[in-house]
Each structure stands twice: as C-alpha cells, then as structure tokens.
C-alpha cells in the first residue's frame, strides 16, 4: 500500500487539490498507525517520503496541502526511531527554513515546531 501511496503524493502536487489533501490525510493516519504498532515499513521509503513532503510544503495554491505536509513532517521526527532518520536531519532542517517565511502565521508556528522537532534528534533518548 506505501508505494501507491507514495505514487499519489508524487503526483498529486501537479493535479488537483483533493487528490492532494486526501493523500495527504491518508498518509498521515497510516504514519500514525505504524507509529503506535512500532511498524518500521517506511524505513525504506523514508528518503522518497521527505522529499514528497517537503516539496508539499511550498505549494502555494494551499495552505491546508502545507499545513498537513508539515504536520507529517512532524509526525515522522517525533514517532519514528531517531537513529533511523538522523542521517535526514540536515536536509529536512535547511527545507523547513524555506517555510519560516511562509505568507499565513499559522503555516510559519507549523515549520517552527517541525523544524524544532528536528533539531531535538540528537537528543533524544534512544
């Protein structure tokens, strides 16, 4: 099921606004739910899923596309394994800073808790 899902968020940006956002929502509760079954299947996709995800938080005709595209940013920082996605860190961090000065407050207090989740890996307690 990830690497269909993958495949909608890839082409989602391009296409319409719901495909996007339901994707979107979709990937968010599946993100969630292998969070809490400690369910490492998106460990081989996870390069693919940041950049996906980063790339949904410069879309401009959305703010809600931005919005969910951060909170999974979120999401991954805090529930998957640290050592897992530490070697991201660098990259995810400079994309975020691209997001403080995004137009609407709302998708800038986003970016800053996404950003700062980040930079927390290191130290967390494995």
Request: charged share 25%; hydrophobic share 40%.
């Amino acid at each position: 099921m990830l690497p269909i899902l993958l495949f909608s968020l890839s082409n989602s940006v391009d296409m319409e606004e719901k495909l996007c956002l339901s994707s979107l929502k979709s990937f968010e509760m599946l993100l969630n739910d292998c969070a809490k079954n400690d369910d490492s299947s998106f460990i081989p996709y996870l390069q693919d899923i940041l950049e996906k995800l980063i790339r949904m938080t410069k879309v401009q005709k959305s703010l809600e596309i931005r919005l969910l595209a951060l909170n999974c940013l979120n999401i991954v920082a805090l529930k998957l394994p640290p050592n897992q996605i530490i070697k991201y860190q660098k990259f995810v961090c400079k994309e975020l800073e691209k997001c403080l000065t995004d137009k609407k407050r709302l998708c800038r207090q986003l970016a800053v808790e996404a950003r700062n989740r980040w930079f927390l890996l290191t130290t967390k307690n494995s």
